[in-house]
Protein backbone atom coordinates (compact mmCIF):
# COMPACT_ATOMS: atom_id res chain seq x y z
CA UNK A 1 0.00 0.00 0.00
CA UNK A 2 1.17 3.72 -0.18
CA UNK A 3 2.71 5.35 2.54
CA UNK A 4 0.82 8.15 3.94
CA UNK A 5 3.68 10.11 3.68
CA UNK A 6 3.89 9.79 0.17
CA UNK A 7 2.76 13.29 -1.08
CA UNK A 8 5.70 14.96 0.44
CA UNK A 9 7.43 13.50 -2.63
CA UNK A 10 5.55 16.31 -4.34
CA UNK A 11 7.51 18.98 -2.37
CA UNK A 12 10.84 17.20 -2.46
CA UNK A 13 11.26 17.44 -6.05
CA UNK A 14 11.84 21.08 -6.50
CA UNK A 15 14.59 21.07 -3.87
CA UNK A 16 17.21 20.50 -5.81
CA UNK A 17 17.15 23.52 -7.17
CA UNK A 18 17.36 25.59 -4.46
CA UNK A 19 20.93 25.41 -4.08
CA UNK A 20 22.04 26.73 -7.29
CA UNK A 21 18.79 29.39 -7.78
CA UNK A 22 19.89 30.89 -4.79
CA UNK A 23 23.42 31.18 -5.92
CA UNK A 24 22.26 32.58 -9.49
CA UNK A 25 19.90 35.07 -7.76
CA UNK A 26 22.24 36.42 -5.41
CA UNK A 27 25.31 36.16 -7.80
CA UNK A 28 23.10 37.59 -10.71
CA UNK A 29 24.84 34.74 -12.69
CA UNK A 30 23.19 33.04 -15.88
CA UNK A 31 22.20 29.16 -14.72
CA UNK A 32 22.58 26.33 -16.55
CA UNK A 33 19.47 24.97 -17.77
CA UNK A 34 20.54 21.69 -18.64
CA UNK A 35 18.29 19.90 -16.69
CA UNK A 36 15.03 20.08 -18.40
CA UNK A 37 12.60 19.52 -15.12
CA UNK A 38 14.24 22.56 -13.32
CA UNK A 39 13.21 24.76 -16.29
CA UNK A 40 9.64 23.48 -16.92
CA UNK A 41 9.33 23.84 -13.29
CA UNK A 42 10.50 27.50 -13.47
CA UNK A 43 7.67 27.85 -16.21
CA UNK A 44 5.06 27.19 -14.08
CA UNK A 45 5.92 29.72 -11.44
CA UNK A 46 4.46 32.87 -13.14
CA UNK A 47 6.55 35.37 -11.10
CA UNK A 48 7.71 38.55 -12.89
CA UNK A 49 11.07 40.31 -11.68
CA UNK A 50 10.10 44.08 -11.29
CA UNK A 51 13.92 44.71 -10.16
CA UNK A 52 15.36 43.36 -13.42
CA UNK A 53 12.97 43.70 -16.06
CA UNK A 54 11.51 47.37 -14.71
CA UNK A 55 8.15 48.04 -15.71
CA UNK A 56 5.49 45.18 -15.41
CA UNK A 57 5.28 43.21 -19.03
CA UNK A 58 1.70 41.51 -17.92
CA UNK A 59 -1.21 42.96 -19.45
CA UNK A 60 -2.95 40.79 -16.61
CA UNK A 61 -2.42 38.78 -13.80
CA UNK A 62 -2.90 36.08 -15.39
CA UNK A 63 -0.27 35.96 -18.14
CA UNK A 64 3.11 34.14 -17.71
CA UNK A 65 6.36 35.93 -16.65
CA UNK A 66 9.61 36.01 -18.75
CA UNK A 67 12.11 33.77 -18.64
CA UNK A 68 14.67 36.48 -17.07
CA UNK A 69 12.62 36.45 -14.36
CA UNK A 70 13.10 32.64 -13.38
CA UNK A 71 15.99 32.97 -10.84
CA UNK A 72 15.23 36.24 -8.97
CA UNK A 73 14.11 36.46 -5.48
CA UNK A 74 10.39 37.07 -6.31
CA UNK A 75 10.84 33.44 -7.82
CA UNK A 76 13.00 31.82 -5.09
CA UNK A 77 10.60 33.71 -2.51
CA UNK A 78 7.09 32.34 -4.11
CA UNK A 79 8.96 28.55 -4.85
CA UNK A 80 9.35 28.66 -0.87
CA UNK A 81 6.08 29.42 -0.31
CA UNK A 82 4.39 26.85 -2.47
CA UNK A 83 6.69 24.19 -0.66
CA UNK A 84 5.25 24.81 2.16
CA UNK A 85 1.78 25.20 1.17
CA UNK A 86 2.32 21.33 -0.42
CA UNK A 87 3.34 20.56 2.95
CA UNK A 88 0.55 21.82 5.51
CA UNK A 89 -1.54 20.21 2.59
CA UNK A 90 0.23 17.25 3.01
CA UNK A 91 -0.11 17.55 6.72
CA UNK A 92 -3.94 17.59 6.77
CA UNK A 93 -4.24 14.81 4.33
CA UNK A 94 -2.48 12.56 7.11
CA UNK A 95 -4.10 14.13 10.03
CA UNK A 96 -7.83 13.44 8.03
CA UNK A 97 -6.53 10.16 7.43
CA UNK A 98 -5.54 9.12 10.88
CA UNK A 99 -8.97 10.62 11.74
CA UNK A 100 -10.50 8.29 9.68
CA UNK A 101 -8.72 5.00 10.37
CA UNK A 102 -9.26 5.56 14.32
CA UNK A 103 -13.46 5.79 12.90
CA UNK A 104 -13.76 9.49 13.46
CA UNK A 105 -15.79 11.43 10.45
CA UNK A 106 -16.67 14.83 11.14
CA UNK A 107 -15.98 16.35 7.85
CA UNK A 108 -18.00 19.38 8.86
CA UNK A 109 -16.70 20.00 12.31
CA UNK A 110 -12.82 19.50 11.41
CA UNK A 111 -12.64 22.65 9.56
CA UNK A 112 -15.03 24.64 12.19
CA UNK A 113 -12.02 26.22 14.00
CA UNK A 114 -10.16 27.34 11.19
CA UNK A 115 -12.84 29.73 9.99
CA UNK A 116 -13.44 30.75 13.63
CA UNK A 117 -9.34 31.48 13.36
CA UNK A 118 -9.59 33.52 9.99
CA UNK A 119 -12.54 35.61 10.70
CA UNK A 120 -9.96 37.67 13.90
CA UNK A 121 -8.51 38.94 10.37
CA UNK A 122 -11.12 41.37 10.95
CA UNK A 123 -9.79 42.72 13.95
CA UNK A 124 -7.12 44.43 11.56
CA UNK A 125 -9.61 46.15 9.16
CA UNK A 126 -12.10 47.39 11.85
CA UNK A 127 -11.21 51.03 11.58
CA UNK A 128 -11.14 51.44 8.32
CA UNK A 129 -14.18 49.25 7.78
CA UNK A 130 -16.10 51.35 9.98
CA UNK A 131 -14.91 54.24 7.97
CA UNK A 132 -15.46 53.03 4.28
CA UNK A 133 -17.51 49.88 4.58
CA UNK A 134 -15.94 46.35 2.72
CA UNK A 135 -14.30 46.94 -0.38
CA UNK A 136 -16.40 44.44 -2.38
CA UNK A 137 -20.04 43.20 -1.59
CA UNK A 138 -21.05 40.82 1.20
CA UNK A 139 -22.62 38.32 -1.02
CA UNK A 140 -19.05 37.60 -3.20
CA UNK A 141 -17.40 37.01 0.37
CA UNK A 142 -20.54 34.53 0.98
CA UNK A 143 -20.35 33.04 -2.40
CA UNK A 144 -16.82 32.29 -1.66
CA UNK A 145 -17.21 30.72 1.72
CA UNK A 146 -20.01 28.78 0.30
CA UNK A 147 -18.02 27.14 -2.08
CA UNK A 148 -15.28 26.68 0.58
CA UNK A 149 -16.78 25.10 3.05
CA UNK A 150 -18.67 22.63 0.81
CA UNK A 151 -15.34 21.41 -0.96
CA UNK A 152 -13.24 21.35 2.29
CA UNK A 153 -16.75 18.77 3.02
CA UNK A 154 -16.30 16.59 0.68
CA UNK A 155 -12.12 16.70 0.23
CA UNK A 156 -12.57 15.12 3.91
CA UNK A 157 -14.99 12.76 3.30
CA UNK A 158 -13.27 11.52 0.76
CA UNK A 159 -11.14 10.14 2.99
CA UNK A 160 -13.16 7.52 4.63
CA UNK A 161 -13.35 5.77 1.37
CA UNK A 162 -10.07 6.61 -0.40
CA UNK A 163 -6.32 6.56 0.01
CA UNK A 164 -4.42 10.27 1.05
CA UNK A 165 -2.22 9.41 -1.94
CA UNK A 166 -5.32 9.38 -4.59
CA UNK A 167 -6.94 12.12 -2.41
CA UNK A 168 -3.51 14.27 -3.32
CA UNK A 169 -3.30 13.43 -7.14
CA UNK A 170 -6.49 13.92 -7.58
CA UNK A 171 -7.32 17.24 -5.89
CA UNK A 172 -4.72 18.37 -8.82
CA UNK A 173 -8.03 17.92 -10.77
CA UNK A 174 -8.73 21.82 -9.43
CA UNK A 175 -5.30 22.83 -11.93
CA UNK A 176 -7.19 22.46 -15.43
CA UNK A 177 -10.53 23.29 -13.25
CA UNK A 178 -9.44 26.71 -12.20
CA UNK A 179 -8.08 27.30 -15.73
CA UNK A 180 -10.97 27.17 -17.51
CA UNK A 181 -13.03 29.39 -14.78
CA UNK A 182 -10.45 31.81 -15.41
CA UNK A 183 -10.13 31.40 -19.07
CA UNK A 184 -14.59 32.16 -18.92
CA UNK A 185 -14.40 35.01 -16.68
CA UNK A 186 -11.66 37.10 -16.93
CA UNK A 187 -10.35 35.45 -20.51
CA UNK A 188 -6.93 33.80 -19.26
CA UNK A 189 -4.82 33.14 -22.29
CA UNK A 190 -2.32 29.86 -22.07
CA UNK A 191 0.31 28.26 -24.35
CA UNK A 192 0.13 25.26 -26.36
CA UNK A 193 2.00 23.73 -23.31
CA UNK A 194 -0.29 24.92 -20.81
CA UNK A 195 -2.79 23.12 -22.40
CA UNK A 196 -1.17 20.12 -23.08
CA UNK A 197 0.18 19.86 -19.35
CA UNK A 198 -3.59 19.82 -18.28
CA UNK A 199 -4.28 17.24 -20.87
CA UNK A 200 -1.21 15.11 -19.02
CA UNK A 201 -2.69 15.79 -15.62
CA UNK A 202 -6.45 14.54 -16.34
CA UNK A 203 -4.90 11.74 -18.09
CA UNK A 204 -3.12 10.58 -15.15
CA UNK A 205 -6.30 11.51 -12.83
CA UNK A 206 -8.49 9.43 -14.82
CA UNK A 207 -6.03 6.17 -14.61
CA UNK A 208 -6.00 6.61 -10.80
CA UNK A 209 -9.57 6.72 -11.13
CA UNK A 210 -9.82 3.28 -13.32
CA UNK A 211 -6.89 1.45 -10.68
CA UNK A 212 -8.83 2.69 -7.60
CA UNK A 213 -12.43 1.02 -9.39
CA UNK A 214 -10.70 -1.68 -10.88
CA UNK A 215 -8.92 -2.91 -8.07
CA UNK A 216 -9.73 -6.14 -6.34
CA UNK A 217 -8.74 -4.82 -2.74
CA UNK A 218 -10.55 -2.26 -1.12
CA UNK A 219 -9.94 -0.68 1.67
CA UNK A 220 -11.69 -1.08 5.11
CA UNK A 221 -13.34 1.89 4.85
CA UNK A 222 -14.92 1.54 1.66
CA UNK A 223 -14.98 1.17 -1.92
CA UNK A 224 -12.20 3.52 -3.50
CA UNK A 225 -13.77 4.96 -6.29
CA UNK A 226 -16.81 6.44 -4.65
CA UNK A 227 -13.68 8.34 -2.28
CA UNK A 228 -12.38 9.32 -5.91
CA UNK A 229 -15.60 10.46 -7.00
CA UNK A 230 -15.73 13.03 -4.02
CA UNK A 231 -12.49 14.43 -4.15
CA UNK A 232 -12.88 14.97 -7.45
CA UNK A 233 -16.20 17.00 -6.84
CA UNK A 234 -14.02 18.77 -4.00
CA UNK A 235 -11.47 19.67 -6.56
CA UNK A 236 -13.64 21.12 -8.77
CA UNK A 237 -15.39 23.23 -6.22
CA UNK A 238 -12.32 24.16 -5.09
CA UNK A 239 -11.18 25.57 -8.26
CA UNK A 240 -14.42 28.32 -7.81
CA UNK A 241 -13.02 29.00 -4.39
CA UNK A 242 -9.39 29.66 -5.55
CA UNK A 243 -10.52 31.85 -8.50
CA UNK A 244 -13.02 33.98 -6.24
CA UNK A 245 -9.94 34.71 -3.57
CA UNK A 246 -7.24 35.25 -6.90
CA UNK A 247 -9.73 37.72 -8.23
CA UNK A 248 -10.54 39.97 -4.73
CA UNK A 249 -7.08 40.24 -4.58
CA UNK A 250 -6.78 41.20 -7.53
CA UNK A 251 -9.01 43.58 -7.70
CA UNK A 252 -7.69 45.52 -5.11
CA UNK A 253 -9.37 43.86 -1.70
CA UNK A 254 -6.78 43.62 1.43
CA UNK A 255 -5.71 40.17 2.38
CA UNK A 256 -6.93 40.61 6.07
CA UNK A 257 -10.37 41.25 4.84
CA UNK A 258 -10.67 39.04 2.72
CA UNK A 259 -10.11 36.17 4.83
CA UNK A 260 -11.47 37.87 7.74
CA UNK A 261 -15.06 37.83 5.84
CA UNK A 262 -14.24 34.30 4.46
CA UNK A 263 -13.65 33.36 8.45
CA UNK A 264 -16.87 35.07 9.32
CA UNK A 265 -19.59 34.02 6.37
CA UNK A 266 -17.61 30.44 6.49
CA UNK A 267 -17.94 29.77 10.31
CA UNK A 268 -22.08 30.54 10.09
CA UNK A 269 -22.40 27.82 7.65
CA UNK A 270 -20.00 25.67 8.84
CA UNK A 271 -20.72 25.58 12.61
CA UNK A 272 -24.73 25.66 10.99
CA UNK A 273 -23.74 22.34 9.09
CA UNK A 274 -21.62 20.75 11.95
CA UNK A 275 -25.07 21.44 14.23
CA UNK A 276 -27.18 19.92 11.99
CA UNK A 277 -25.14 16.58 10.46
CA UNK A 278 -22.89 15.89 13.32
CA UNK A 279 -24.31 17.30 16.77
CA UNK A 280 -25.47 14.18 18.05
CA UNK A 281 -22.15 12.24 16.53
CA UNK A 282 -20.24 14.74 18.61
CA UNK A 283 -21.73 14.67 21.90
CA UNK A 284 -21.96 10.86 22.17
CA UNK A 285 -18.10 11.02 20.47
CA UNK A 286 -15.44 9.42 23.51
CA UNK A 287 -12.94 11.75 22.83
CA UNK A 288 -9.23 11.36 23.34
CA UNK A 289 -6.25 12.89 23.55
CA UNK A 290 -4.47 11.34 20.60
CA UNK A 291 -8.26 12.11 19.08
CA UNK A 292 -8.15 15.45 20.17
CA UNK A 293 -4.15 15.72 18.80
CA UNK A 294 -5.43 14.68 15.46
CA UNK A 295 -8.52 17.46 15.37
CA UNK A 296 -6.15 20.45 16.54
CA UNK A 297 -3.01 19.51 14.03
CA UNK A 298 -6.01 19.28 11.47
CA UNK A 299 -7.06 22.59 12.04
CA UNK A 300 -3.33 23.85 12.30
CA UNK A 301 -2.58 22.81 9.29
CA UNK A 302 -5.80 24.28 7.38
CA UNK A 303 -5.53 27.67 9.45
CA UNK A 304 -1.10 28.18 7.99
CA UNK A 305 -2.49 26.84 4.67
CA UNK A 306 -5.25 29.48 3.98
CA UNK A 307 -2.61 32.15 5.32
CA UNK A 308 0.72 31.67 3.48
CA UNK A 309 -1.91 30.74 0.21
CA UNK A 310 -3.51 34.42 0.35
CA UNK A 311 -0.05 36.37 0.69
CA UNK A 312 1.16 33.76 -2.40
CA UNK A 313 -1.80 34.83 -4.21
CA UNK A 314 -1.00 38.46 -3.26
CA UNK A 315 2.80 38.61 -4.05
CA UNK A 316 2.48 36.30 -7.42
Request: net charge neutral; glycine share 6%.
Amino acid sequence: GSSPWCPLLLCARNLHMLREAFITAMGNRTPHMSDPSRSVTCQALHVEDGARDGAARRSSPFTAASSSSYYSWPTLRSLLLGQGISLLITGTGVFSASLADSGVSLPATQSSLNYILLTFHLAWEAQRMRREGLTKPWWRYLLWALADVEANYLAVSAYRYTSVASVMLLDCFAIPCSMALLRATVGAHYTVKHVAACLICVSGLGLTVLSDSSSAQKLSRGDAWFGDLLILAAAAIYATSNVQQELLLKEGCSRCEALGMLGFWGSIINCSQAAILEGIQIVNMAWTWRLFCYMLGFQACLFGMYVMTSIFLQIS
